[in-house]
């Protein structure tokens, strides 16, 4: 299987999370989204979309993160991160499509604001309305997450599963994009779990390297 990514993509991340969890062969291949190769006419061949990640399983070409994610569990039998069971399964898909609809866009407006403008040689500051924006909305999702988390280790069931991959890896750029997260204690709490976890470590954008010969 090939993965078509980039190191600091959080949409990325997740898929990578998953694949060193599951001991999952893949093919790292860096798109260069500075240099717009996710804009060019041989990659939108392959994902009309424009973005990464993208995984091609012998051309099975399966875009969207989230999806990535649920089809490396379910290729590899992986019934603590993803449960075949019915109601198991849901509470899990539950909190990824949170994830994928609520969470991850609040987070992306304020990381694009103040970090991918910087990356692609954008003129200007953070907007102030839209880094507003983005604030209010984390701040709404911030609060379920921090109150669903008050009696809990982990998002879903009482374990490490998908959901706690999906919804921790927009936050890798919490320092950088300075997050307003500060305050919610039990979000916390779960967010140092998930960077203690070996695979967050291996992640880590600066170690790609040892992370391609790692799935390789």
């Known amino acids: 299987m090939r993965l ?40 939108l061949r392959i994902n009309p979309n424009g973005k990464v990640p993208l995984l091609d399983d012998d051309g099975f070409l399966l875009w969207e ?5 649920q089809y490396l569990a379910d290729k590899r039998g992986a019934e603590a991160l993803y449960p075949q069971d ?17 969470f991850t866009p609040a ?15 954008g003129t200007g500051g953070p907007d102030p309305a839209e880094i507003a924006r983005g604030e209010a909305l984390i701040f709404a ?6 109150e669903h988390l008050a009696d809990k280790q982990w998002v879903a069931q009482d374990r490490l599963t998908l959901a706690d991959l999906a919804i921790a890896s927009p936050l890798m750029h919490t320092e950088a994009a300075k997050l307003p997260i500060a ?20 992640s880590e954008p600066a170690r790609s390297g040892e992370l391609r010969a790692r799935l390789s």
């Open 107 to 121: 987070v992306g407006i304020i990381s694009r604001e103040r970090i991918s403008k910087k990356m692609v040689g």
């Open 4 to 43: 078509y990514y980039h190191p600091v993509s959080s949409n990325s991340r997740r898929v990578l999370l998953t694949a060193i969890i599951l001991e999952a062969k893949l093919e790292l291949i860096t798109v260069d989204l500075l240099k717009g190769e996710h804009r060019t006419g041989a990659y």
């Open 141 to 146: 999702s911030a609060k379920v997450l921090d």
């Open 183 to 202: 305050a919610y204690e039990h979000l916390q709490r779960w967010f140092a779990q998930v960077r203690a976890l070996d695979a967050w470590q291996k």
């Open 65 to 69: 993160s989230h999806a990535i994610m």
């Open 86 to 102: 019915i109601q198991l399964r849901a509470d899990i898909n539950r909190w990824l499509f949170w994830s994928a609809y609520h």
